[in-house]
């Protein structure tokens, strides 16, 4: 390992306690002691990348992401075992024929059929898609402890444990859209990037906020969902469509049909927080999904909105915002062209009624 301080290349015993044995300065993380394999000039270097060298910011979320992301592509089932089991096998094998001990190759046996077990789960994909460090020990275990280190976060990315979703102020025009983003990070890197002010987009957590926005909204002012591949973001779009009937209800989340044919889209699943069954009834009596899509979402699949590169996403939401923007803005001309929320003009005959402004 590099030390991120001095440079130097460390070996083990060279690095005891986080402690460089060259410089004497304490490291945020080891390669050897976390799930993630992860070190401090990886982290630095991935999160120079997500920001475009600083030009946006991002979040732990999408950091997390992008430092998963191979891991998550490659899967990993019982590691060190099969080799483990492979080579215990081989020994006894030899112990049990050339010290006359038959009855050990019972022993033997079992740990190459372990082995072989194994090799086969892995060969199926057994643990792929599952993270070696979830979101939540990526900000209790690596981030802490850079925490505790550097004082503060990696450079360009910003806190997302509080409440990220701004209220629209009560005294503020009222605003072109609203834009619902269930995911934390998402809404934090959003608000941190200024799309919200910069559009006039209310930016709210789910469909329960929505409702309060609708009467500020002009007529057409539309509901853009932003929401992850999953059983739940494609129940919470059709939620919202049912909702706000009448209305435009925009799906600017991550497709479902399109992520999964896209060869570098890596998708990942928890057990813990499978789809329910009624959830999939509901998503079965839609009728537009097919069995395999169906199939892939009840295993708890999902491509995240973390997933997508931050430049993208930013620049995909910054177009659709402004299209929203320009969308509204017509209407409204048109609704001045026609007297709509205009002041009286003057009669033809007599003295102006509003007292000769």
Not at 148 to 153: P, S, T
Request: aromatic residues 6%; positive net charge; hydrophobic residues 40%.
């Amino acid at each position: 390992m590099i030390c991120p301080h001095c440079e130097r290349n460390l070996l083990r015993k060279e690095r005891t306690g986080n402690i460089c044995s060259h410089c004497k300065r304490r490291y945020a993380l080891d390669p050897k002691t976390n799930s993630l394999r992860l070190s401090d000039l990886r982290v630095r270097r991935i999160a120079d990348g997500l920001t475009d060298n600083g030009r946006i910011r991002v979040t732990p979320g999408q950091l997390w992401y992008a430092l998963s992301r191979k891991r998550l592509r490659e899967g990993e089932f019982a590691p060190g075992c099969a080799g483990g089991a492979l080579f215990g096998g081989v020994l006894v094998s030899l112990w049990a024929i050339f010290g006359g001990l038959p009855f050990m190759l019972y022993v033997s046996g079992a740990l190459l059929a372990t082995a072989l077990g194994i090799l086969i789960a892995r060969r199926r994909g057994a643990g792929r898609g599952i993270a070696p460090m979830t979101r939540g020990a990526f900000r209790s275990e690596a981030l802490a402890e850079w925490l505790r280190v550097y004082g503060n976060l990696p450079s360009g990315v910003v806190d997302d444990s509080g409440d990220p979703w701004p209220r629209w102020p009560a005294d503020a025009p009222a605003p072109t859209a609203v834009l619902v983003c269930p995911d934390p990070s998402i809404a934090a890197f959003l608000a941190a990037d200024g799309l919200p002010d910069r559009h006039g987009i209310a930016l709210v957590q789910g469909p329960e906020h929505v409702a309060a926005l609708l009467p500020a909204l002009p007529p057409r002012g539309p509901v853009l969902v932003l929401h992850n591949a999953d059983a739940r973001g494609e129940l919470l779009l059709r939620q919202l469509r049912e909702t706000c009937s009448g209305r435009p209800v925009v799906d600017a989340g991550v497709s479902l049909r399109t992520v999964r044919g896209m060869p570098k889209a890596v998708a990942y699943r928890d057990p813990a927080r499978k789809p329910t069954a009624a959830e999939m009834q509901r998503l079965t009596a839609l009728g537009e999904f097919t069995p395999e899509e169906l199939k892939w979402l009840a295993q708890g699949w999902r491509f995240p909105l973390v997933g997508v590169p931050p430049v993208r996403l930013l620049s995909v939401l910054d177009r659709l915002a402004e299209q929203v923007g320009r969308s509204v803005d017509a209407e409204r001309r048109h609704a001045a062209e026609v007297g709509f929320m205009t002041w009286p003009g003057a009669a033809a005959d007599g003295p102006d009624p509003a007292g000769g402004r």
